[in-house]
């Protein structure tokens, strides 16, 4: 194999470095696909085929991608790929039959097939895989076919530091690959007899030595040989079975002798492995593979680093980094710790392109995007007047200036952009909250996981502890109802400040984190990483296909359908002003609509992505090369033109940009299903817990053909982890404090006992002292009642399991959540689902590269979960 590493890790020293495990860097590899793609005998067809997992990450990390084979003139082909049928429907069509391909690159996808075996690679074809899912199929990793010699892994720095480390998983693979077994040896033996006999005196003789104890052996084994033949065939006489010992003795012996001058003349020969050594590296594997499913380095974060170390980088990619990684971290799949490490690193790229890049933008003292003052709008706002809005008759050095003049130095002051802004800037206290600056506060609060874990907002109770925050903050129920543009100025400016002061109060003590910002000049207000993020996933999931509401833009009045309750304590799925608020009215007042995609953003009239492969916004990320053709996209399935559509979303036109901004109000309405779905669980009580996870079914409701796309099942799934963390964390205190109460009652009536014992005369001695002292702290009678509990706590699996009645299968999805919020679990199910499909009978169906998502036959469902009741 090949393995790639990243241009900033060091592998001169790699332990294990040999011609096998050939080493190249990110540059070497793109160098090797673009010097590919010119030996390629036709000119018309494209040579680079891009496979791409159909989810944020791969998405960005493609633009850039495509960017760099864009302008290198590399014409290629992207193909989005959902799961193994679609993989295998690609290579069977796109790939056995097209002898000009000269590149295949695996995008978020890859990781756990074993490709050598799955992919048919034509003959100057090379397979690059680029994936952030681990573990690692090992034998895409260390195995020593010739095919393997084609297939580059592109490493994030989590195979040369982990898998390649003295006595890891490499060293194990390796000696189990290479080891000796004795069947293989005894023939060798045989093929070597020829050259056996015509050995040298001296070597016969160094053997003559071995050679009593090799006839002892044999003699022994002879006879155990001898007494299994007289129970099988009493017949045979006792000449014949000494006869028989004593020939088979001396092939015994005649073998070893072989094997001996082979271990001399060889002397780099592996030795063969013992039973125990065999089955400990067996061990290693093992357990490498049953650690659970993780990610590594985000593969736009990978894209971003080759097209940095180009010369390449620019401020289009490094903008799709940070989405690729905000993505993770959304997905609860990195730590908060990891996303500040590279959000670090981000935050000094942007420093080093944007030289006025730091905004506090929300908090105390900010500026804010919306106001006259803010970034987005200050050259406008400031060019009306020719006055800059601190007011006064001079200008921004408060001498006075005509108004032109003004305008000019407002124009070229730092920080002021104009229609052509698109710069990023770092936000050091970013809120948490779902989509704030597009939504109510009081709404994006309410729809927000960790607020949700902390306050209980599916009870009246825990209502009533948001909105007292809110007014202990200053906040008015009215102004809390607004869309957050409307909210007062000096309210936007202090939220920040006010969160830190009252929120840790409730327990919210991890509201903020750093996050990025980007402009759209005039087109746009900026819009945050995270809010991207959304609109793309809602998009992935709902720009085709699935008839769901959303809120038209108006003005949201207080006691409208701004509240956040509407009816989904009721678990009908529907979020703030759902459909029981009912769809008609003045668009002034929010009204309901059913989402269209082609009304919403200005999307083709077909309705499709196929937009999206022209370059007619003149963006250089998506060139007509890309070919993605019309065709192809009209006769896809829709989870094929959601995909374009989200690829469209990231260029910067202007049409694009206002598809984005739409899909913000998707996502809004994707928010309310599930907060809806997850507050009717937990309040109708249709959680089920198990001994090793929680557990619910989703089998009817309005919203249900929502939850079929493994995606939003996913993100219900972390909103109950997320929401329960707490609940969960208060019951394991509980029973931890129930227990002590029990040990210390015990231990009171031991003493009591005793001391009853000890005045009666009975078999106490009465002088106790330390010695019943040291009993009463045994027996748990510390007496003191303030010292903190202590209690193990354990991760949150949940399983979920939605209906889809067209089909008559339920999709089964399994998430793990960590005790402590902002650290990270890996997920078991995916093999815990093998295991129980295999023992239950259970007929299942693995169509995704996630996983811990199956599906399974209605009928076979109890079974299924029994199996992996028992497994987990």
Request: hydrophobic share 35%.
């Amino acid at each position: 194999m090949v393995i790639v590493s990243s241009p900033s890790s060091s592998t001169g020293g790699a332990p294990h470095a040999g011609p096998s495990s050939r080493r190249q860097d990110y540059t070497h590899a793109y160098q090797r696909i673009r010097t590919s793609s010119r030996t390629s005998a036709s000119s018309s067809s494209s040579s680079v085929l891009v496979l791409v997992s159909p989810d944020v990450d791969a998405i960005c990390a493609t633009r850039i991608l495509t960017a760099l084979l864009t302008e290198d003139d590399i014409p290629h082909r992207i193909i989005p790929v959902e799961g193994y049928r679609g993989l295998l429907r690609v290579l069977r069509e796109d790939v056995e039959a097209n002898p000009d391909l000269r590149s295949i690159v695996m995008v978020n996808l890859g990781s756990v097939l074993s490709l050598p075996t799955t992919v048919p690679l034509p003959p100057a074809c090379t397979l690059h895989v680029i994936d952030s899912h681990r573990p690692w199929n090992l034998e895409n990793l260390f195995a020593t076919t010739e095919i393997n010699e084609r297939v580059w892994i592109w490493d994030d720095g989590d195979i040369e530091m982990k898998l390649q480390r003295p006595g890891g998983e490499r060293e194990a693979f390796e000696r189990l690959e290479f080891d000796v077994d004795a069947s293989d040896s005894e023939s060798s033996d045989g093929e070597g007899s020829d050259t056996g006999s015509s050995d040298d005196d001296d070597d016969e003789e160094e053997d003559d030595d071995d050679e009593a104890e090799d006839r002892s052996e044999a003699g022994d084994a002879g006879q155990r040989r001898n007494k299994k033949r007289r129970k099988r065939s009493p017949a045979v006489s006792g000449s014949e079975g000494e006869e028989d010992a004593s020939d088979d003795g001396d092939r015994s012996i005649a073998a070893r002798k072989r094997r001996r001058k082979r271990d001399r003349q060889q002397p780099d020969r592996p030795a063969r492995l013992t039973a125990i050594e065999r089955q400990r590296l067996r061990n290693v594997l093992s357990r490498y593979y049953n650690r659970g499913t993780n990610v590594g380095m985000s593969v736009a974060g990978m894209m971003y680093l080759l097209a940095d170390k180009l010369g390449r980088g620019g401020r289009d990619g490094l903008w799709l980094a940070i989405l690729g990684l905000t993505s993770q971290y959304l997905a609860a799949t990195i730590s908060t710790d990891t996303y500040d490490a590279f959000a670090s690193a981000y935050a000094s790229e942007v420093h080093a392109i944007e030289p006025t890049s730091t905004s506090s933008s929300g908090g105390a003292g900010a500026v804010d995007p919306w106001s006259a003052d803010s970034p987005a709008t200050a050259g406008g706002a400031k060019g009306k007047g020719g006055r800059s809005s601190s007011g006064g008759g001079g200008g921004a050095d408060g001498s006075n200036m005509t108004t032109a003049a003004a305008a000019l130095v407002a124009r070229a002051r730092p920080g002021d952009p104009d229609a052509d802004d698109a710069a990023i800037r770092v936000q050091p206290s970013e809120l948490r909250f779902v989509l704030y600056r597009h939504w109510s506060l009081e709404s994006s609060m309410y729809h927000t996981a960790y607020v949700a874990s902390k306050l209980g907002i599916w009870q009246e109770r825990g209502m009533g502890r948001l909105r007292s925050l809110m007014a202990k903050m200053g906040f008015s129920l009215t102004n809390c109802r607004q869309h957050f543009p409307h909210m007062a100025l000096d309210l936007r400016k202090t939220l920040v400040s006010r969160l830190e002061q009252i929120a840790p109060e409730y327990g919210l003590t991890e509201l903020t984190y750093r996050g990025f910002t980007r402009g759209f000049g005039f087109r746009s207000s900026p819009l945050s990483a995270a809010d991207v993020v959304e609109g793309l996933s809602a998009l992935l999931v709902a720009a085709h296909g699935i008839k769901i509401e959303v809120e038209v833009p108006g003005m949201g009045f207080a006691g409208g359908a701004g509240g956040p309750l509407g009816n989904s304590l009721v678990g009908n799925g529907v979020g703030p002003g759902g459909a029981g608020s009912g769809s008609g009215g003045s668009e002034l007042f929010n009204a309901k609509r059913l989402w269209s995609l082609s009304s919403a953003a200005g999307s083709s009239s077909s309705g499709n992505g196929a937009s999206g492969a022209s370059n007619g916004n003149g963006d250089p990320t998506l060139p007509p090369d890309s070919q993605v053709d019309p065709s192809t996209v009209e006769t896809s399935t829709l989870w094929r033109k959601n995909f374009y559509e989200a690829y469209r979303a990231l260029d910067r036109g202007s049409t694009s940009v206002s598809l984005l901004r739409s899909s913000l109000m998707l996502s809004q309405s994707l928010h309310r299903a599930i907060v809806g779905r997850g507050t009717g669980l937990i309040v109708n009580q249709s959680i089920r817990t198990l001994k090793n996870f929680r557990m619910a079914i989703l089998k009817d409701g309005p919203d249900l053909e929502l939850f079929t796309h493994v995606d939003v099942l996913a993100k219900l799934a972390r909103w109950l982890v997320d929401a329960l963390r707490d609940k969960v964390w208060e019951q394991e205190r509980n029973r931890a404090l129930q227990k002590r109460a029990a040990k210390r009652a015990a231990g009171r009536r031991a003493k009591k006992r005793r001391r009853s014992s000890a005045l009666t005369g009975g078999d106490g001695d009465g002088d106790g002292g330390e010695d019943e002292g040291e009993q009463d702290r045994q027996d748990g009678d510390d007496g003191d009642d303030d010292v903190e509990i202590e209690f193990e706590t354990k991760p949150l699996p949940f399983l979920l399991a939605s209906l889809d009645p067209a089909r008559d299968i339920f999709l089964v999805l399994g998430q793990v959540g960590a005790p402590m919020f902002g650290d990270t679990e890996p997920n078991r199910f995916g093999l815990a689902f093998q295991q129980a499909a295999s023992q239950s009978g259970a007929r299942v169906r693995y169509d995704r590269f996630e996983t811990a998502a199956v599906e399974v036959r209605r009928a076979d469902l109890a079974a299924f979960v029994e199996a992996v009741h028992l497994k987990a």
